[in-house]
């Protein structure tokens, strides 16, 4: 059977900076992950995927290591810290989004509040 040889390779955003998230089933998770993307549809920063490294993506692992990466965890059970703890991936820029005293469970998912995490990551986390 023929392969598909960019199944082997995550094929989303690459280059020099890079957001990705835990995009968890919680609020705070769902924040993350619409940070996230507008920060990519802003041109801010390319989006790749965290799950690439929980499956040990080599190529993905090798790219985040090499690049300006900011990693976006919705809360203190640090899941994205913790796969890339894991994976050996050091120096990258954090947010955890129960550090800017939102609360897991009790966060509303508006434009006003991914607005307010969006505008702290631009000004903290820019670059
Ligand atoms: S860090 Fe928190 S919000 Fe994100 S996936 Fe883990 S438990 Fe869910």
Do not use: H, W
Request: aromatic content about 6%; glycine content about 8%.
């Amino acid at each position: 059977m023929k392969t598909n040889e960019n199944s082997k390779s995550c094929l989303c955003g690459n280059g020099e900076y890079v957001v990705i998230t835990c995009s968890g089933a919680c609020d705070l998770g769902q924040i993350s992950d619409l940070v996230a993307r507008k920060l990519r549809d802003n041109k801010i920063r390319k989006m790749n995927c965290l799950a690439a490294v929980a499956a040990d993506v080599k190529p993905t692992i090798e790219m985040f290591k090499e690049a300006n990466l900011l990693l976006i965890d919705g809360c203190a059970v640090d899941c994205g810290k913790k796969i890339l703890d894991k994976a050996g991936i050091e120096n990258y820029k954090y947010l955890r989004i129960t550090d800017l005293g939102y609360v897991k469970g009790q966060t509303p998912v508006t434009d006003e509040v991914i607005t307010t995490v969006y505008d702290k990551v631009t000004i903290d986390y820019y670059r």
